[in-house]
């Protein structure tokens, strides 16, 4: 009996990847979208006494990205995965192709999460949004959401790919037992 | 606004001409991402949500535990009837979208799903399904409150 773990619910275990009010406005990055804002400055509205210093924004400009720097599991673009294929590796490497507005790929997003913190390092584990990286998706042959590509460090063994919402379990054994 | 405070009493003098005019537009308070891709129109949101409704109690099926699937799936197909004219399936990659809408199989309610009620969105689950809740129904409300975050 698969359980659905409800990201969406307040009970969701931290981190909850969609809930945006545990992370208002900390950052751990500097955002390079936007140079201007700086967090070193004292902010303006906090310290009125000291000199006004010339600021065009107030608040941390919100990320443009779905995803936030603080998941574990990360979005790469295209070549950055082509990049992780050729190159050297000594763990296992879990693609997930999904898009945004598809339902399973969200259940299947928390899972991967899950998996990220059992795995830590033994297993590296990306995503890709099929909608930005249309290339790629056709020319892996992807079709029904989400997909997952499991690529073993031995480039001697092929690459498994799975199709749609796959319990936990299963990604464990693959990793475990194929990879 | 206190950013407007903040500009005023930088000098102090002769501010007050770049000032007086400009209003600094309200921020709204709302702690959202901005999305790559525009959200869907709430009408094709509510065309699509009734839609859902209407189909599930003629199929006799259910919407998912997890409401979040259902509204995204409903929001997923209400974007492609806002950019395609049609609700293709969102939980499939197409070569070429226009062409699948023409053909129509992954139309909602697509081919799989009228003949075998199998929906590998989730969006719609047969009795007998792990996943399956008891509601055939889902309110405006809800899909807004689990998508919020999106």
Redo the contacts between chains.
Sequence with gaps: ??S?P???SSCAPPPQP????NF?FKTHHPNLLFPTTTTSRPS??SAPISP?L??KL??RT?????VREDYLVKKLSAKEVQELVKGERNVPLIID?Y?????????MAQELEMLAVEYESSALIVKVD???EYEF??DMQ????P?LYFISPDPNKDAIRTE??IPIQMMRDIIDNQM | M??LQ??T??GGVGVSSVVATPRLRP?PRR???????VEPSEKSVEMMRKFSEQYARKSGTYF??????????I???A?HKDTLGAPLC????Y?DKPAEVGQGFWNCPCVPMRERKEC????FLTPDN??SGKDQTISLEDIRE?TS??
């Design positions: 009996m698969l659905v409800s990201i969406f969609l809930c945006l009010s208002p303006l509205l006004p010339p600021r107030l608040c919100p990320s443009a990205k779905y192709f898009a945004t507005w598809c339902g399973p790929c969200i259940l099929t909608d930005d998706a056709r992807v079709r029904g959401l997909t749609g919402l | 206190r950013a903040a500009s009493s930088y921020r702690r959202r991402v901005i999305l790559a891709q998912c535990v997890d409401k979040g699937v259902t509204s995204v799936v929001k997923g197909l974007d969102p939980c499939r990659h070569d590998h969105c989730m969006l792990d996943f689990t975050n999106m």
